[in-house]
């Protein structure tokens, strides 16, 4: 589907946890087409600060409406946790590439792999997956900054967690998990989110075992489209877009 530009207005704006906040947004053209992994670009207000949009992943998405999950800390997400039920963004999406589930899962396992807002995609990519194959390990520095936990539990999946300081779950990160899993497992499907540090412990994980990976890359971008080369990654095949070429890369084609 074609990125399109539309005006739409907020269903709802909550907040979540200690500054996480849920939007959702009724945006019909853009939900139907939307796959997990892609992202939406927002303008935040219809002044010139903050200049440019903010990349948001797609949390959800309907036939009538998606979601966004984020964290008020810059001036346009925290612009963006004011608005209210029945204000309008301006929106830009679905962008990027998301991800691609292997066409034969027989036999195979499956484990998403989040840290901190790296659940926004993967809660979405889970309604994709069998909660009988599938294990989820989110990570977050305190319990208080867990996320969709619950969410995942309710449908099936198999959760475990991690935390930095041993709040709730494991003392520890996410790829000390993975770590004991794979011992066990000798096909798996690895599908990561989170912070650089985090993806590229996941990325020497699955390549070292030859398992079939893909994460999405957080990065600052500027025009969200490929234009600007403001957001490129090196990888085995020369330097590429994380907004237009990514944001979800094979493991073994990023170069660290």
Request: include cysteine; charged fraction near 20%.
């Amino acid at each position: 589907m074609k990125p399109i530009q539309l005006k739409a207005e907020i269903i709802s704006n909550k907040q979540v946890g200690p500054n996480f906040w849920r939007c959702e947004i009724s945006a019909a053209k853009i939900a139907k087409g939307a796959l997990a992994g892609q992202f939406l670009n927002i303008k935040v207000n219809d002044t010139c600060v903050p200049l440019l949009r903010r990349p948001l992943s797609i949390h959800h998405a309907d036939d009538r409406k998606l979601a966004v999950l984020y964290e008020a800390l810059g001036p346009g997400t925290r612009a963006l946790s004011l608005k209210k039920q029945g204000e309008f963004l301006d929106l830009i999406g679905p962008l990027g590439k998301g991800f691609k589930i292997p066409p034969a899962q027989a036999g195979g396992k499956n484990v998403l792999v989040a840290g901190g807002l790296g659940v926004a995609p993967l809660l979405f990519l889970s309604k994709k997956l069998n909660p009988a194959h599938t294990s989820v390990i989110i990570g977050a520095r305190t319990k208080n900054h867990l996320l969709c936990a619950g969410e995942f539990k309710k449908r099936g999946f198999q959760t475990h967690i991690t935390t930095d300081d041993g709040s709730a779950g494991l003392k520890g990160q996410v790829t000390d998990l993975l770590a004991k899993m794979i011992s066990k497992i000798n096909r798996l499907n690895i599908y990561a989110c989170g912070p650089k540090k985090m993806l590229q412990a996941v990325a020497e994980i699955s390549v070292k075992n030859k398992f079939n990976a893909q994460l999405s890359l957080e990065t600052h971008m500027a025009c969200g489209i490929g234009a600007c080369l403001g957001c490129v990654v090196n990888t085995t095949k020369g330097f590429k877009r994380v907004c237009s070429d990514g944001p979800v890369f094979q493991a073994d084609e990023l170069i660290w």
